[in-house]
């Protein structure tokens, strides 16, 4: 059984950056978290490409053990184009073309029904509501969204978010979504939803954890050089589940372990394109900037 | 001797939030940072206010054992109109009259000019560069500084900053100084500049530490409410430095540390307008608060 189940996009991006500009590399929410998560366990993805996608693009994803029997193939490929700017904080999307994932309706195969735990990566909430209903006992469910969903689904968004056990945004969609600049205030409101727990992510200023009368307080990497933050938030989550799903252990005491791994991998990611760090990335180079999360923290 | 020496401004303010609006309150960058540093040492400010400034102000902080013999007073006061906006980031600046401090020449009485622990708080570099010329043999000096000095006076301040042992100042304030987006840059610019260390105040996201080779990372406080954030850096300032002058050790060690203190003072700070909820804070909540920075950074 492919364990953690990640629902996402696998598409090819087209990304330019103060550093660089690239065309039709592998990216999308479900090949960055599959690839993070898979340092840790074994992953499964569940999405969708078209029939012009790139062999080499899967090889790359099963040399790394990552399940791709829930992968449909059929029309055109997701392409996402984006342009960064000066101060890489957000990318402007300069072109976009759905394809085949316009109507994609996710379908596990019957070993993923089983999956204990699931990476609902960004997506379109009324896919990530599809994968719920078609799980039999699922053990921690994660699931990612973003600005275009709240503003477009905020309906399917919310019933999504009331059958998961945690939440995971970046600030600026935290504050969009419970409408408040307040992030103490949006993760209250988060966990009256009736979540466990809210992970907010705030890129270069790390990640928050709320749940219920706690807070963990993760710290961001000080990174020198970020050639390319696509698919950060994706990697962070992909290893937070993974190392999860490898541990067992859903206490909140190990969540922030887990918080700590996927911010690991999500500074290592932004230091190339596409996934090319994370393909020359060693176990030991996570558990050494692991270790450097714990000593610039300590007082 | 008082210790440690704060120069700064103290000013009438008339601040603007989203949760009321308060004319002519005692505001300042030495005000706040001395009050600060109160909690923890005998500070004494270098400052000027004019004849019409409220003695109550003066005796508020005289009843804290703040030394006041470095205040001149003569002409109008320097008096600071802002309004904060939804998102409580930054004051706009709706009104300024300078008074007095327009030609202030800071003078050092006898006992001051012996200080040990000097923070420079924010206000114009050329009187920060006469207030490190009139020191004997400081043993740390932090200088503090804003974007209208960056912006009106970078040659002035930049003479500074090559004088001082730490350089304290924002995020933004820091990618503007350096010409950079990238914090991790700013700061090393900033060691090549001569200073120890560089602490990088952001706010809601904590306060980061660059020194040769070492980093430490703060978290900010996770508060729900936020009165007024004026101040906030003053204070931040003024209790490392007071923490640093109680402890007498000036390791990078004992400056996370003083650090942790600092944040936990400006977090205070924020809850209410002025010196408002500083008046009321006693050891015992700071020490209920650092407890906290401790326990919501542990994994």
Known sequence: MPNPIILGTVALDSVETPFGKHRNI???SASYAAFAASFFAKPGIVSIVGTDFPEEHLDLLAAKHINLAGIQKR????RWEGVYEYTMHEANTTHLILGSLIDFEPKLPLEYQQGKYVFLANIDPEMQLQVIEQLVEPKLTLLDTRDLWIKTKPDALKKAIRKVDILLLNDAEARQLFETPNLVKA????????????IIKKGEHGALLFT??????????PLEMIKDPTGCGDAFGGALLGYLAKTGDISEKNLRKAIVYGSALASFN??????????????????????????????
Request: charged share 30%; glycine share 12%.
């Open 26 to 28: 592998l990216g999308g």
């Open 75 to 78: 029309g055109a490929s997701f």
């Open 187 to 198: 993760a209250q409101e988060a966990l009256k939803m009736g979540v466990q727990g809210v």
């Open 212 to 221: 219920e009368g706690k807070h963990f307080n993760a710290p961001g990497y």
């Open 270 to 299: 932004a230091e190339d394109f596409s996934l090319e760090r994370m393909k020359k990335l060693t176990w030991n180079d996570i558990e050494k900037r692991v270790h450097e999360f714990r000593t610039m923290r300590e007082f």
